[in-house]
Each structure stands twice: as C-alpha cells, then as structure tokens.
Nanobody
Framework: QAQLVESGGGLVQAGGSLRLSCTAS????????MGWYRQGPGKQRELAAI??????TNYADSVKGRFTISRDNANTVSLQMNSLKPEDTAVYYC???????????????WGQGTQVTVSS
C-alpha cells in the first residue's frame, strides 16, 4: 500500500500563483506516473498535468503555459501554478501509479485532495 499526502492549496487572487506538492510513502518499488487531477464545482474530475518516471510531461490545454509539473525527487511531485484564473478553482487531487514490487502489477492511488480557490 502507498499513501499520497498533498499540501499547498489555498485562496489566491486571479493572476496569482500557488504551488502544490505531493509526497508518496509506503510500499513503493517504482512510481510510473505522478500527476494532478482537478474537479471544479459541478464538473467531472479532469487531468491537469502528469509526469512520467522519465520526466516526460503532459498538460491539459487549459493549463498549458501556466502550470508546470516537476518531480522534486523520486517520490515527490510539485505543481507550480501561475497566472491563476477563477476557472482554475477546484479540488486538486494527486495521483500516482505505483508498483509495490518490481514484478508487481501497478496500482493507482489518490490523495485526499486540496482546495484551490481563485477569486476574481
């Protein structure tokens, strides 16, 4: 089993910045992917950004050029969010695809979510 702990959400004015961090712990042999999903009020959960173990990244069109995902170390991922807009308001969830052993099948884990609110 692995656990994901997020930090860094909060309230910010439009145009401001926030940085989210997520650290994975527990039984971890390899993390294949780590990323951030978000769920706005009345909306479905959607991918914001993802990064592979090799460092390749992918972003939702709505955040490209404003958000940057990075791996601080093997078990920690951060999301730097700049030029925030009111439509970025959402609960942000950390996501990781983890192998507990090299020969074990990967499993998907989620964090508890952190609220990001952008005021206009």
């Amino acid at each position: 089993q692995a656990q994901l702990v997020e930090s860094g959400g909060g309230l910010v004015q439009a145009g401001g910045s926030l940085r989210l961090s997520c650290t994975a712990s527990g039984s971890i042999a390899r993390i294949n992917f780590m990323g951030w999903y978000r769920q706005g009020p009345g909306k479905q959960r959607e991918l914001a950004a993802i990064i592979t173990s090799g460092g390749s990244t992918n972003y939702a069109d709505s955040v490209k050029g404003r958000f940057t995902i990075s791996r601080d170390n093997a078990n920690t991922v951060s999301l730097q969010m700049n030029s925030l807009k009111p439509e970025d308001t959402a609960v942000y969830y950390c996501n990781a695809v983890v192998q507990s052993g090299i020969y074990n099948s990967p499993r998907t884990y989620w964090g508890q979510g952190t609220q990001v609110t952008v005021s206009s």
